[in-house]
């Protein structure tokens, strides 16, 4: 489970690193049923029920996130098999149609890094991860998509997730818009 909500904090953050370097235009993928919608942010789960990783709930705090100040990003799931060694996410962040960071992650080396509550191997069971990470105060005001696709260390699917991410400021908060 360590991957999923690992790999969501992951596609959360990694968002923040990456958004000064555009590499090349893409199509942004539309979220087709959001499981969180917030004006400024929402995640849909994209894989199937049969992956062997399932995100009941994604918290953050501050929520909205907010540009220069900590992240905590809250996930609860499940895993219906072991994760093994060898688990891997590729991760996409877009801004609008353009593709700013396509870049795969070893999930459990991930985990390890970050001192996660879970490491590999992750048995069967249900998981809550918490993590926080600082978000630059250089985060230009726009919409973020973060599309993470997991995979077992057998090359199958394992998880799937959107994410959304506003950080364009209200210009008229007085107005109620």
Sequence with gaps: MVRI?????????????????????????????PVHINDKWSYTNCGS?????QIESI??????PVPGKDLTVKVTGRATETIEEGAYADVTVKLGLIKLLQKQFDV??????????????????????????ALPREIPRAKFTVNVQGYT?????MLCLDLHVDFIKNPFPHLGW
Excluded: W
């Design 5 to 33: 909500p690992f790999v969501a904090i992951l596609g959360l953050s990694t968002a923040s690193f990456a958004l000064a370097n555009p590499i090349d235009p893409q199509v942004a993928i539309q979220a087709d049923s």
């Design 49 to 53: 029920t049969t992956d062997p990783i």
């Design 59 to 64: 918290e953050v705090s501050p929520d909205p």
């Design 108 to 133: 459990c080396d991930e985990a390890r890094k970050a001192k996660a509550s879970v490491q590999c191997p992750v048995e069967t069971g249900n998981y809550i991860v918490e993590h926080t990470v």
């Design 153 to 157: 260390a057998d090359d199958d699917d």
